[in-house]
Antibody
């Protein structure tokens, strides 16, 4: 059974770096039928796609975070990670990781339960 | 970036009702659209991908249609467990973008 689980600090200070890891169990992140992504949701607000990493290592980021954001995959540990630098209170959100099917339109088919990260001094 | 506009933003309905939520794209996105259901405190759940293909395990009362810039999600007969927030998502190009959500509440 495929499971995704986000992990990382729940509280980050302003101007520091938010680092999260998504652990994938029950499937390999080297499977080229899928790629992997991060989505966030500020409290009480809608969903925002953050970025994506492919098995090839290619990445795509939302323009509003480009320059602060880095997403990478570690095939040896079946994890992929998010690093967001210079955070502010506006980055407070529930962060979700998800699996996305290649060549199937808009199919984010498995999600982690999400983790709330608060940016505060 | 392609903007996705959902309507209505909220909707009150009763068990057994038929409801339709719409999603409009600012540019044509073929059928590169999915619909997601989110309940409070939970991760979104994939309902429909490719605009009209029902995800495995999703009840057949959910259906999707549309292409290009206009899409709909229809629930044919609302059940108590369907009261949630629904989002559309385009993956025609980057950046991927979600609609702002439609909150479906019990009347």
């Amino acid at each position: 059974q495929l499971q995704l689980q986000e992990s990382g600090p729940r509280l980050v200070k302003p101007s520091e770096t938010l680092s999260l890891t998504c652990n994938v169990s029950g499937a390999s992140i080297r499977d080229n039928n899928y790629y992997w992504g991060w989505i966030r949701q500020p409290p009480g607000k809608g969903l925002e796609w953050i970025g994506t990493v492919y098995f090839s290592g290619s990445t795509f980021y939302t323009p509003s975070l480009e320059g602060r954001l880095s997403i990478s995959a570690d095939t040896s540990t079946s994890q992929f990670s998010l690093n967001l630098g210079s955070v502010t209170a506006a980055d407070t959100a529930v962060y979700y990781c998800a699996r996305i099917r290649v060549m199937v339109a808009a199919a984010f088919d498995y999600w982690g339960p999400g983790t709330l990260v608060t940016v505060s001094a | 970036a392609i903007q996705m506009t959902q309507s209505p933003s909220s909707l009150s309905a009763s068990v057994g009702d038929r409801v339709t939520i719409t999603c409009r794209a600012s540019h044509g996105i073929r059928i590169d659209l999915g619909w997601y259901q989110q309940k409070p405190g939970k991760a979104p759940k994939l309902l429909i991908y490719g605009a009209s293909t029902l995800e495995s395990g999703v009840p057949s009362r959910f259906s999707g249609s549309g292409s290009g810039t206009y899409f709909t999600l229809t629930i044919s007969s609302l059940q108590p467990e369907d009261f949630a927030t629904y989002y559309c998502l385009q993956d025609y190009n980057y950046p991927r973008t979600f609609g702002q959500g439609t909150k479906l509440e019990i009347k």
